[in-house]
T-cell receptor, first 111, second 113 residues
Framework: RKEVEQDPGPFNVPEGATVAFNCTYS??????FFWYRQDCRKEPKLLMS?????NEDGRFTAQLNRASQYISLLIRDSKLSDSATYLC????????????WGAGTKLIIKP | ETGVTQSPTHLIKTRGQQVTLRCSSQ?????VSWYQQALGQGPQFIFQ???????GRGNFPPRFSGLQFPNYSSELNVNALELDDSALYLC????????????FGSGTRLTVV
């Protein structure tokens, strides 16, 4: 079983719609969670950290469910510029500074 | 403040050759982590350097080695290149080991033929 799993997609979504995707992680002791965004052939960029209480940044909302060991990302009022691959990242508790990455979920926003 | 700079941006090497990739960390950052990202996959941790010492290593063979210099820049060396080493190599710098403070360079795309 992979340590961090994501649906690879692609998710094809019309502009203005709301889209959500989940990521599951295997290590129940993991403490830090992140969503990164990666555009085609570019480096990943931090979208948001995911806190236990959940957090929101504009149109983006991240949630953590420790009991079921998943994190989610919700994008409201999607824009064409949201098209990208969204990577779920969890810290490696065996060595606290290492990040374990999912393979990413590809999102395509259509006009 | 300058960001993370990687060089070269693209590289083509022949199987069996050796390659050195370079990374200049963001100003003020003392930690550099290297990742390998194969096509369609998430980045895989190679190793991390903190104040010139290797501070953790992922599941990569010894032919992957690195250095960090006093100015916190870093090199990734790969010996005896294999076709499967073809990937995007990403360098990320941070201050100490702040997990949410990673800044990535734009990567070096290595193709082994």
């Amino acid at each position: 079983r992979k340590e961090v799993e994501q649906d690879p997609g692609p998710f094809n979504v019309p502009e203005g719609a709301t889209v959500a995707f989940n990521c599951t992680y295997s290590n129940s002791a993991s403490q830090s969670f992140f969503w990164y965004r990666q555009d085609c052939r570019k480096e990943p960029k931090l979208l948001m950290s995911v806190y236990s209480s959940g957090n929101e940044d504009g149109r983006f909302t991240a949630q953590l469910n420790r009991a079921s060991q998943y994190i989610s990302l919700l994008i409201r009022d999607s824009k064409l510029s949201d098209s990208a691959t969204y990577l779920c990242v969890v810290n490696d508790m065996d060595s606290n500074y290492q990040l374990i990455w999912g393979a990413g979920t590809k999102l395509i926003i259509k006009p | 403040e300058t960001g993370v700079t990687q060089s070269p941006t693209h590289l083509i090497k022949t199987r069996g050759q050796q390659v050195t990739l370079r990374c200049s960390s963001q100003s003020g950052h003392n930690t550099v982590s290297w990742y390998q990202q194969a096509l369609g996959q998430g980045p895989q941790f190679i190793f991390q350097y903190y104040r010139e010492e290797e501070n953790g290593r992922g599941n990569f063979p010894p032919r992957f080695s690195g250095l960090q210099f006093p100015n916190y820049s870093s090199e990734l060396n790969v010996n005896a290149l294999e076709l499967d080493d073809s990937a995007l190599y990403l360098c990320a710098s941070s201050l100490s080991q702040e997990l949410d403070g990673y800044t990535f360079g734009s990567g070096t795309r290595l193709t082994v033929v």
